[in-house]
């Protein structure tokens, strides 16, 4: 009984010591704010409690974003920087803990926030949209790729008539204005052009785009928005897609888009389209080289895409399709056969003209007249007969004479 009250007080006093200590008090820290360092980033910074015990080393501090979206984390040091948009304003609170095995800790929170920038609502831009795009630069350059910019909008359904907007990017610590703009039908601009820009082709970081305007009858609401590089670059078609076939062998190779990406870096899909009986064939591959069999007697077209594998950086768009390379011959018809189709399509032809001119010319009628057919009708002939008599212009009497003799009576017909 008394090594078993002994192991209980043991393990009661060893859970008594992992507990922390209560006269332990965390502080908040001090003098917490947020400035804005650059497009929709901030920075914020705090110092620790003057009045803190710093006997324990262990001490971190636990960051809370409120808007414009909430997120969280965990941070030693009394420096961070957030990338968000900063259009409707950005509130954080900051907290002490203390993790003592496994034990949390925590002080009460401390909070600063941006107001919200001026300007009326309705006037920001809407529907912003950009794509980045690589091309080749000069080989000797330090740079051998670069990235142009475009983007996109639509003025604020109130956004008076002489609003002017402006646009800025940044990239890391890179900002740029736009110098090329395209217009709406009230000369308002609508859309910019980077031809080239200090975006790295294989960077990971977030594009900040932010979108400002002036007008004389209002205040402009300005416009942030944020692009991961993966879902907006458009990636090149593939470069010198060739095809040959070999009887019923169809080998395609093609070269990698231009791209700051090596070649281990891109996936692909082949599309082979048999003109023949319109049948289509899509794979994906991962090498730059694919092997089919074909039927021999068909015209082939054929296309490949490419898209940066997500090994590299994370999924993004396809290339649009490169351009239609054809292969193959289609079944030619003999000659014979050929011969006869083309002597019938002619005959056809000569009857249906000939017929045409017939008919136009009345040259049926000409040629073939048509003949009299004899009167068979007995009321046609009484009419014939009728008619004979009527038009006689002799006068013809008929005397009848009868002599009476005994036994037997004779008729005598004369005419004079």
């Not at 690589?134 to 910019?149: E, G």
Request: glycine share 4%; charged share 20%.
């Amino acid at each position: 009984m008394v090594p078993a009250l002994l192991i209980l007080l043991k393990a009661t006093t060893l859970q008594a010591d992992l507990l922390p200590d209560k006269k332990f008090l965390l502080l908040p820290p001090v003098n917490f704010t947020i400035k804005v360092i650059g497009l929709a980033q901030v920075l914020l910074c705090w110092d620790p409690n003057p009045d803190q015990e710093q006997g324990n080393a262990n001490l971190q501090y636990h960051v809370k974003i409120n808007a414009p979206e909430e997120d969280d984390y965990e941070t030693r040091k009394t420096k961070s920087k957030c990338v968000a948009p900063l259009h409707q304003g950005f509130a954080a609170s900051v907290q002490t803990i203390l993790w003592n095995n496994g034990f949390l800790r925590a002080s009460s929170w401390v909070s600063a926030e941006l107001k919200t920038p001026p300007g009326s609502p309705g006037t920001s831009v809407v529907n912003l949209t950009c794509i980045t795009n690589t091309v080749a630069s000069n080989p000797t350059h330090l740079r051998p790729y670069k990235v142009s910019l475009r983007c996109t909008w639509l003025a604020g359904k109130d956004a008076p008539e002489d609003t002017h907007y402006f646009l800025y990017y940044r990239y890391g610590s890179w900002t740029e204005e736009c110098q090329d703009y395209s217009k709406d039908t009230l000369n308002r601009n609508t859309a910019c052009w980077f031809p080239t820009t200090f975006i790295n082709g294989k960077g990971l970081e977030w594009l900040a785009v932010h979108v400002n305007g002036s007008s004389r009858l209002t205040a402009i609401k300005p416009f942030d928005q944020l692009f991961a590089l993966h879902a907006i670059d458009q990636v090149n078609p593939p470069m010198n897609v060739t095809a040959e076939t070999e009887g019923t062998h169809l080998s395609i190779q093609w070269e990698k888009p231009v791209s700051a990406f090596p070649t281990q870096c891109f996936d692909y899909e082949v599309r082979i389209y048999n003109t023949k009986n319109g049948y289509v064939q899509v794979e994906k591959v991962t090498t730059n080289k694919f092997i089919s069999n074909i039927d021999g007697i068909s015209k082939y077209s054929i296309q490949v895409r490419a898209a940066v594998s997500s090994a590299c950086r994370a999924a993004g768009r396809w290339s649009e399709w490169s351009q239609l390379i054809y292969v193959g011959q289609e079944e030619q018809r003999p000659l014979a056969e050929w011969f006869l189709i083309v002597l019938t399509a002619t005959s056809c032809f000569i009857l249906i003209t000939f017929s045409l001119i017939c008919r136009i010319c009345h040259l049926w009628t000409k040629l073939f007249p048509p003949i009299p057919a004899p009167k068979s009708s007995i009321k046609d002939l009484f009419v014939m007969t009728d008619s004979g008599k009527a038009g006689s212009t002799e006068t013809e009497v008929e005397v009848v004479s009868y002599v009476d003799e005994p036994g037997f009576e004779v008729l005598e017909s004369s005419t004079f």
